[in-house]
C-alpha cells in the first residue's frame, strides 16, 4: 500500500497542483468554485485543503461549471474532471460550455490512469483493458477541435510554470474566455509510463 499524507499519496502530482492553485487564488484575492468528478479528487474536501465545493457524477463537473459560469459571471468556476471524466462525458460538457462562451478554467486532471478505481487504463493510457497499444488520445486535442483559444499542458513539478499557466489561465477567465488545462503527470501508483507526446499519439 502506498503512503499517504492529507488523504494523497505521496508524490501524487494532484498535491501542486492545488497547493499552487490555492496560492495563487489566495494572491488574487479571490476564491473559487471547485467542482470535480467522483475520484482522487474528492478527497480535495477535506483538510488542509477544503477545496471541493460540488461532487455530483463521473463527468459531470463542466456541464454544471458552465451552467453556474453563465449564471454568475462574477464568480470564478473551476471544474476539474479526471482524464477518465473527461472522456466519460465531460467531453460532452465542454462542447456546450464553447458553444455558450462560458467564461470558466477547465482543469483536466491527466494522471494517465482512473486511480482511485485501481488504475484501470483511460484513453490518456496508452493501452487497452487487455493491455494491448492502444492510441493516446489526448484532451488538449479535444479542446483545440472545439474552438478554445487559451489551451496550455503543464506538469505541477515546475513549479513555477505551473504558477505561471494558473494567473495566465484566471486572467483569460476575467476576460469572459473559457480556459483549459492539462495537468499531465503520471499516477505514482503506476510504473514505467512517460507522459504521451503530439508523436507518440495516433489519429483519432
Same mark, same amino acid.
Given at each position: ?24 487564488? !489566495? +494572491? ?5 468554485? @471547485?467542482? &470535480? *468528478?467522483?475520484?482522487?479528487?474528492? =478527497?480535495?474536501?477535506? +483538510? ?5 465545493? %460540488? !461532487? ?11 451552467? @453556474? &459560469? =453563465? ?6 468556476? @473551476? ?21 455558450? =462562451?462560458? $467564461? ?7 494522471? =494517465? /490512469? ?9 484513453? /490518456?493510457?496508452?493501452?487497452? &483493458? ?9 484532451? +488538449? ?11 496550455? %499542458?503543464? *506538469? ?12 495566465? &489561465?484566471? *486572467? ?13 503527470? $503520471?499516477?505514482?501508483? @503506476?510504473?514505467?509510463? /512517460?507522459? $504521451? ?8
Amino acid at each position: 500500500m502506498p503512503l499517504v499524507r492529507d488523504g494523497f499519496c505521496l508524490g501524487c502530482p494532484y498535491v501542486p497542483t492545488f497547493e499552487i492553485l490555492n496560492a495563487v487564488l !489566495k +494572491e488574487r484575492d479571490t476564491r473559487g468554485v @471547485i467542482l &470535480a *468528478d467522483p475520484g482522487c479528487a474528492v =478527497r480535495l474536501m477535506v +483538510e488542509p485543503y477544503n477545496a471541493l465545493d %460540488v !461532487k455530483i457524477s463521473m463527468g459531470s463537473c463542466v456541464a454544471i461549471g458552465a451552467g @453556474i &459560469a =453563465r449564471a454568475h459571471p462574477g464568480l470564478r468556476v @473551476i471544474a476539474c474532471p479526471g482524464d477518465s471524466g473527461f472522456y466519460h462525458s465531460a467531453l460532452l460538457g465542454l462542447v456546450e460550455a464553447v458553444l455558450q =462562451r462560458a $467564461p470558466m478554467l477547465v482543469l483536466v486532471l491527466d494522471n =494517465r /490512469t482512473t486511480a482511485l478505481s485501481g488504475c484501470q487504463p483511460s484513453p /490518456t493510457s496508452g493501452v487497452d &483493458a487487455h493491455g494491448r497499444p492502444a492510441p493516446v488520445l489526448l484532451p +488538449e486535442a479535444f479542446a483545440h477541435a472545439c474552438g478554445v483559444r487559451h489551451v496550455r %499542458v503543464f *506538469d505541477p513539478a515546475d513549479q513555477k510554470e505551473t504558477r505561471a499557466v494558473f494567473w495566465n &489561465a484566471l *486572467d483569460a477567465v476575467d476576460r469572459g474566455e473559457l480556459a483549459f488545462l492539462v495537468m499531465r503527470s $503520471p499516477c505514482v501508483l @503506476i510504473e514505467g509510463v /512517460t507522459p $504521451p507526446t503530439d508523436s507518440q499519439s495516433e489519429p483519432f
